[in-house]
């Protein structure tokens, strides 16, 4: 059974950072990436930055240049640098391993709060 893992969240004043870490636990036959949502009181669960297996990486706008998703295949983790971070980064993030058959295996999330 294929578990994920997320740590790292905490609270943190705007301008501050924080790094978030996931790890995949058990063997996984198939998969074409890991993802990073986050989902904020009242609102729908969004997609912040995405790394597929040969490292190419996406980002919500919104994080482009504060956020640095990174893997480490061989220890079957990701992490998610947050720089610069604003009220607006509030939320609990979810780690997600995304499997060739295009299901998902999700964390329980870590909240991160960003207070001025």
């Known amino acids: 059974q294929v578990r994920v893992v997320e740590s790292g969240g905490g609270s943190v004043e705007v301008g501050g950072s924080l790094r978030l870490s996931c790890v995949v636990l058990g063997y996984v036959y198939c998969k074409s990436g890991m993802k990073w949502y986050r989902q904020a009181p009242g609102k729908e669960r969004e997609e912040v930055s995405s790394?597929?297996?040969?490292?190419?990486?996406s980002y919500l706008d919104s994080v482009k240049g504060r956020f640095t998703i990174s893997q480490d295949n061989a220890k079957n983790t990701i992490s998610l640098q947050m720089n610069s971070l604003t009220a607006e980064d509030t939320a609990m993030y979810y780690c997600?391993?995304?499997?060739?058959?295009?299901?998902?295996?999700w964390g329980q999330g870590t909240q991160v709060t960003v207070s001025s």
């Open positions: 997600a391993l995304a499997r060739c058959s295009g299901t998902y295996d």
């Open positions: 790394i597929d297996t040969r490292g190419g990486t």
